[in-house]
């Protein structure tokens, strides 16, 4: 399973979009890469998930640069309510390894007024 | 998506006693997933369970010490045995929908 580094933590603002990159640089060909979000007391929720190039959904944007060896999180104009944990996990979306999350340190975004 | 609903959402025991949590899915799962979140840290893996087998257990984690149960296709019991303070965290239960996990609330335990 492919490891992946994140910085420990970010600070922002109200209204300003967020990028946070993720490291994978042993990652399988056969490799997705998904983002969740974990807010304190709750479980992780599901971002969005991607394997190459850009995904974009109501929430969020993945960009994988071709290489695939990072990938960014873009949350754009985020309010306070985005203060979370945010998990970079890398990994094989079929076979034995459905379901078993590896999960990373994460990212502790803090959102200021 | 699917609903998970863990019970107890929290409880606080005395060392050497034993808690079993439950969690409830609201659709049919193969796989139902346990996990641990220490204070401060992420989330790590316990063990898989499936339906009508044993379940198969990460490296670092044993059946004597967290045996599951898994009597059917909505429903699994995670038991934490002869607690320690160290076993102080939160349980999580998991299971996959297509490519997308989704999770309990989790259990705060806090043993004393």
Redo the contacts between chains.
């Keep these: 399973l492919a490891k992946t580094t994140q910085p420990i933590s970010m600070d922002s603002y109200e209204g300003q979009e967020v990028n946070i990159t993720c490291s994978h640089n042993n990652i399988a060909t056969n490799d997705y890469i998904t983002w969740y979000q974990q807010f304190p007391s709750q479980g992780p929720r599901f971002i969005i998930q991607g394997y190459k190039t850009k995904v974009t959904n109501e929430v969020a944007s993945l960009f994988i640069p071709a290489d695939r060896k990072s990938s960014t999180l873009s949350l754009p104009r985020v309010s306070l309510s985005d203060t979370a944990v945010y998990y970079c996990l890398v990994g094989d979306m079929g076979g034995s390894t459905l379901g078993r999350l590896y999960f990373g340190r994460g990212t502790q975004l803090t959102v200021w007024p | 998506s699917a609903v ?1 609903s863990q019970k107890p959402s929290r409880d606080i025991c005395q060392r050497g006693t034993s808690l079993t949590i439950q969690c409830q899915v609201d659709s049919q799962v193969t ?1 139902m ?1 346990w ?1 641990r979140q220490q204070p401060g840290q ?4 316990i063990a ?1 369970a499936n339906q009508g087998s044993e379940a198969t257990y990460e490296s670092g984690f044993v059946i004597d010490k967290f045996p599951i149960s898994r009597p059917n296709l909505t429903f699994s019991t995670l038991t934490v045995s002869n607690m320690s303070p160290e076993d102080s965290s939160i349980y ?1 239960c ?3 929908k297509v ?8 259990t ?1 335990l806090t043993v004393v």
């Excluded at chain 2, 490519?99 to 989790?106: C, P, S, V």
């Design positions: 998970i796989m997933f996990y992420s989330l790590t893996l898989t999580l998991s299971v996959e490519t997308e996990a989704f999770f309990g609330q989790g705060r």
